[in-house]
């Protein structure tokens, strides 16, 4: 079983539709949970960052951790065009300086 | 204040010869990681380095490849006599020094060099 668990999709969704993003992980060590946005051929953009459990929003996107089931999800509102893109979680453990990183889910937003 | 930049962006090398990708870390931040993506793989950890230092080597193949990061100029990941296997996207990220370590977790990731081994 891989420590970060994420479906590559495609997820395919018409422009403004609420989109659910979703990571497993197994390690319950993870304390630090991070969401990353890859454009075709760019670099990951950090989205959010969150500690332990709990929601945060921003805009219009809310990250939701569960560390009970060892789950965690990014919610993005009124989808965009523009929100196109590969997501990829990322979670750490206290003390470590280095993210596992899942797969990355591709999102297409169609207008 | 300009991000991480990474040169070239796109190198295409012969098996066998030397491939040097540059990093040069956003202005203010200390530590620096390298990555490879491969196709419908996650970001792979290499190596980790702080100025004049190697931290964390823990995800770089043991022969071929090399990094550092010296006092002045860019962090340089090294690759001797490529092989196909590799082409890939190369990240570079760099994140803050921030009293406790949690600034780790927010790395603010380059454009990547992709290299193409022929």
């Known amino acids: 079983q891989k420590e970060v668990e994420q479906d590559p999709g495609p997820l395919s969704v018409p422009e403004g539709a609420i989109v659910s993003l979703n990571c497993t992980y197994s390690n319950s060590a993870f304390q630090y949970f991070m969401w990353y946005r890859q454009y075709s051929r760019k670099g990951p953009e950090l989205l959010m960052y969150?500690?332990?459990?709990g929601n945060k929003e921003d805009g219009r996107f809310t990250a939701q951790v569960d560390k009970s089931s060892k789950y965690i999800s990014l919610f993005i509102r009124d989808s965009q065009p523009s929100d196109s893109a590969t997501y990829l979680c990322?979670?750490?453990?206290?003390?470590?300086?280095?993210?596992?990183f899942g797969r990355g889910t591709s999102l297409i937003v169609h207008p | 204040n300009a991000g991480v930049m990474q040169n070239p962006r796109h190198l295409v090398r012969r098996r066998g010869q030397e491939a040097r990708l540059r990093c040069s870390p956003m202005k203010g931040h200390s530590h620096v990681y390298w990555y490879r993506q491969l196709p419908e793989e996650g970001l792979k950890f290499m190596v980790y380095l702080q100025k004049e230092n190697i931290i964390d080597e823990s995800g770089m193949p043991k022969e071929r490849f090399s990094a550092e990061f010296p006092k002045e100029g860019p962090s340089i990941l090294r690759i001797q006599q490529v092989v196909r296997g590799d082409s890939a996207a190369y990240f570079c990220a760099s994140s803050p020094w921030k009293a406790g370590g949690s600034s780790h977790n927010e790395q603010f990731f380059g454009p990547g060099t992709r290299l193409t081994v022929l």
């Open positions: 990322a979670m750490a453990s206290g003390g470590s300086y280095i993210p596992t």
């Open positions: 969150t500690y332990s459990s």
